[in-house]
């Protein structure tokens, strides 16, 4: 009896001891857990604040870089300045001399000539000794000639003026200066023309303008005429008119004198359209359509 109660103690201590082991060992599985669940956060941690620093440093290193690339575009744009200003100061510069020169050299002599010319038409008024029907024709011939010098220099200032002050003032000033005259009245309307088109272009267009209301003062003989400019929708618009005698234009040769053909080749090249309205006796309009990139 006394041996079974010894076993049975036995037993129980030993079962108490497993009992004991297995809770150690579970306990050693927890707190392995959880040290590996520390050292993971840990290790994210450590991670997590490596790529920060390292986003921020990237970071900052960008804003340098954009501060660097916004200072070097600010140096630019002022050599850049300084560049265009040294440009137009002596572009105006080449420009006076240019003039000068053409006033000197070509319309001088033409004018020396001219008043030549006009003393012997005074010596000879009474006298007689010279064809006076051939020294009025010299002399008409030499003021035509002073003319077109006149005006290729006008034209080459007109470039100049496009290019300070643009299109739609260089129309206007033109259209003052013949108006002046008294000979015929040339209004302008705009419309649109807000901003400066491109130097080129405007120059072109100036030009073609300028042919067009040169032909209304040589062959219409017309009281008023209206130069339209407009800007719309990336289409500049330009409409001439006048009240002169109009034509036929099957039956006009536009080669002869008026300079159609090289118009439509400017416009043709500035990829433009370019229609002509004439009635005779009801006057002329030139729809001149052109693009704007």
């Given amino acids: ?75 630019f744009l002022k050599e850049q300045e300084i560049t265009n200003i040294n440009a137009m100061v002596n572009g105006q510069e080449k420009e006076r001399k240019q003039i000068a020169e053409d006033l000197h050299d070509n319309l001088g002599s033409v004018l020396a000539t001219l008043k030549l010319h006009f003393e012997n038409l005074k010596f000879n008024r009474e006298k007689k000794k010279i064809n006076q029907e051939e020294l009025f024709n010299k002399t008409e011939e030499l003021i035509d000639e002073a003319y077109l010098k006149v005006r290729s220099i006008a034209h080459a ?48 267009v100036f030009r073609i303008v300028q042919e067009l209301t040169t032909n209304i003062i040589k062959h219409s003989e017309a009281n008023n005429a209206t130069i339209n400019i407009s800007l719309f929708d990336k289409n500049l618009n330009i409409i001439i008119e006048d009240d002169g005698i109009g034509f036929d234009i099957d039956k006009v040769n536009l080669n002869n004198g008026m300079g159609i053909n090289s118009i439509k080749t400017r416009i043709k090249h500035l990829k433009g359209d370019f229609k002509i309205d004439s009635t005779i006796g009801k006057g002329s309009s030139i729809i001149l359509d052109i693009p704007i990139n």
């Fill in 157 to 204: 200032k007109n470039a100049g003026v496009i290019a300070n002050q643009g299109l739609l003032v260089a129309v206007q000033m033109m259209a003052e200066k013949i108006s002046s005259a008294d000979k015929i009245n040339i209004d302008v309307l705009d419309f649109g023309l807000d901003k400066r088109l491109e130097n080129s272009l405007e120059i072109s």
């Fill in 1 to 75: 009896m006394k041996l079974n109660i010894k076993q049975k103690k036995e037993k129980e201590n030993l079962q108490l001891k497993q009992d004991n082991l297995e809770f150690e060992a579970k306990n050693k599985q927890k707190l392995n857990l959880l040290i590996a669940a520390i050292l993971t956060i840990i290790a994210g941690s450590t991670i997590y604040l490596l790529s920060y620093k390292n986003s921020q440093r990237k970071r900052k290193l960008a804003e340098q870089q954009k501060e660097l690339e916004k200072q070097k575009n600010i140096t």
